[in-house]
Nanobody, 122 residues
Framework: QVQLGESGGGLVQAGGSLRLSCATS????????MGWFRQAPGKEREFVAA????????VYADSFKGRFIISRDNAKKTVYLQMNSLKPEDTAVYYC???????????????WGQGTQVTVSS
C-alpha cells in the first residue's frame, strides 16, 4: 500500500510561483497514475492535473492549462506540481492522489495525502 505526503505549499504573492511535491512511500510510484486536486474554503474538491505512470500522458483541467505543470520522478517516488502566475483564487489546500485518467479528467482510487496549504495574496 502506498502513502502520500504533500509539501511545498506556503504564502506567495499574486504572480508568483510555487512547486508542490507529493512524496510516496510503500509501493513503487511507477505503478500508479497520479493526480492533483485542490479544495478552497467552502468549495468542493476540484481536479487540477494528472500524469500517467510513464509520464507519457498528462491531463489538465482547463483552468490550469498554461499555468500549472505536472511532472514526476519515479526514481525519487515523487510527483510535482509547478504552479506559475498564481492568483488569489488559487488559494486552497492541494492534495495528491492515486487513480486513473478518465477522458479529460481523473478518478481517484481514494488514497489521499494530508494536503498542503497554498495561499496567494493580492
Amino acid at each position: 500500500q502506498v502513502q502520500l505526503g504533500e509539501s511545498g505549499g506556503g504564502l506567495v504573492q499574486a504572480g508568483g510561483s510555487l512547486r508542490l511535491s507529493c512524496a510516496t512511500s510503500g509501493d513503487s510510484l511507477s505503478d500508479y497514475t497520479m493526480g492533483w486536486f485542490r479544495q478552497a474554503p467552502g468549495k468542493e474538491r476540484e481536479f487540477v492535473a494528472a500524469i500517467s505512470w510513464s509520464a507519457s500522458r498528462t491531463v489538465y483541467a482547463d483552468s490550469f492549462k498554461g499555468r500549472f505543470i505536472i511532472s514526476r520522478d519515479n526514481a525519487k517516488k515523487t510527483v510535482y506540481l509547478q504552479m506559475n502566475s498564481l492568483k488569489p483564487e488559487d488559494t486552497a489546500v492541494y492534495y495528491c492522489t492515486i487513480g486513473r485518467i478518465a477522458g479529460l479528467s481523473f478518478e481517484s482510487r481514494g488514497t489521499w495525502g494530508q494536503g498542503t496549504q497554498v495561499t496567494v495574496s493580492s
